[in-house]
Every structure is written in C-alpha cells, then in structure tokens.
C-alpha cells in the first residue's frame, strides 16, 4: 500500500520523538508516539483500486459513509439544480478522493471558511473546501466538493483548470476528514442512498440515463 505525499509531515515528528524517548529508555512514551505515527499513516493511505464498468457510471469520489441524498442549486455548474450525494467520512476511512468520471477539469475553487461539524446542514456553505468540476466526455458536468469538518486541518486539491483525468486517478485530500459532495445533472440515477457505505473508485453512486 502506498501513501500520499501530505503524510510524511505529520507522521515524522512522532516517529522522531518516538526513536528518541526509546534511546532516552523512556519505553512507554516511545511505543505511544510510534503507535500515533502509525495511525497517523493510515490516515493517507492511498490503496490501488480499478474499476472496468461503462463511461456512463459515475463512481464514489470518496470512502465513507452516505449521510443524504438531496437537491442543491450549484452558481458554478450552471442555472439548473444538480443531485448532490454527501459523504461523510469518518477518522477510519480512506482520506484520499478520486474523479469519479474521466474527463477535462473546467474549474477548481479553493474557499478558506469555518470548521463545523461535517454532519452539519450548512457545513457545505459555511466550512472550508475545495471544488473541483469534470466536463465527461458526453459534456456534462460533474461537481466534487471537499469540506473540512471540525477537526480537519486542510483540504488538498491536486487538480488544475484544463487538466485531463480518468475516472479514478487521484484528486485531492482532506487532511484529517471529513465530507465529500458529489454533484451529477437531475437527469441522472442515483445507485446510492442514506447510510450506504462507499469506495472511492470502486462503488457506483450514479449513471447517466
């Protein structure tokens, strides 16, 4: 298994302090500040996944579980509501999001902001975030937005305006947590629903009709 670059900054000074405490002879605080690196590792682990089905599918962009299904007006994808799909991801899962269709980026827009909880109804308004939008190859548009919740420190974007992706490569991080919005057009059919657990690059969470 393999791991995103973001870890290593978090995960050394433990691993460091944790060497030392042990030629210090201090046993105890030594095994508990590498078992912390440890854990702080898991956070970024970036496991391979594949997926072979049909362009038309729209895969989970992130591990977690589904909180709800709903109906949201988007400013940056169009006049039209779109479908949004919110994931909640909680300190044991995958951190790292993939595309969920392949496609040209069309736009990327980082928002600094609060830090509620992630299951909160106007985190997606009011919390930090990233979003990411994928033109497919059927010139729809697609919409990933990365939320911070109350303990996450950062949200990652590795995306660019006019970047090619496939579906599945990776898309950015949120370091420490904690909720992913998917955004696909009305006309779509949702494969999902409230409490569904998902992988990001593996479940299906929409397709287009």
């Known amino acids: 298994m393999s791991f995103v670059r973001e870890a290593w900054l978090f995960v050394v000074p433990p691993a460091v302090a944790g060497a030392v405490l042990f030629l210090a002879g201090q046993l105890p605080w030594a095994w508990g500040a590498l078992v912390l690196a440890v854990l702080i590792l898991l956070f970024f682990r970036n496991p391979k996944r594949s997926f072979e089905g049909s362009a038309a599918i729209v895969l989970a962009p992130a591990d977690g579980r589904i909180l709800r299904v709903d109906e949201v007006q988007v400013a940056e994808l169009g006049d039209q509501p779109m479908r949004r799909i919110v994931t909640f991801l909680s300190a044991f899962d995958v951190h790292v999001q993939r595309c969920p269709v392949g496609g040209e980026v069309v736009l990327t827009e980082y928002r600094e902001g609060r830090k509620v909880p992630a299951f909160s109804a106007n985190a997606g308004e009011v919390n930090q975030q990233n979003l990411t939008v994928i033109r497919d190859a059927e010139e729809d548009l697609i919409g990933i937005r990365q939320i911070a919740g109350l303990v ?6 590795y995306l660019g305006s006019g970047d090619v992706v496939e579906r599945g490569a990776l898309l950015g991080v949120i370091k420490f947590g904690s909720r992913v919005d998917l955004l696909v057009p009305m006309s779509y059919m949702i494969d999902v629903a ?5 992988q990001a690059g593996l479940t299906r969470m929409a397709r287009r009709t």
Not at 194 to 198: E, F, K, L, N, Y
């Open 194 to 198: 409230a409490g569904d657990r998902v």
């Open 152 to 157: 996450a420190r950062r949200v990652v974007g």
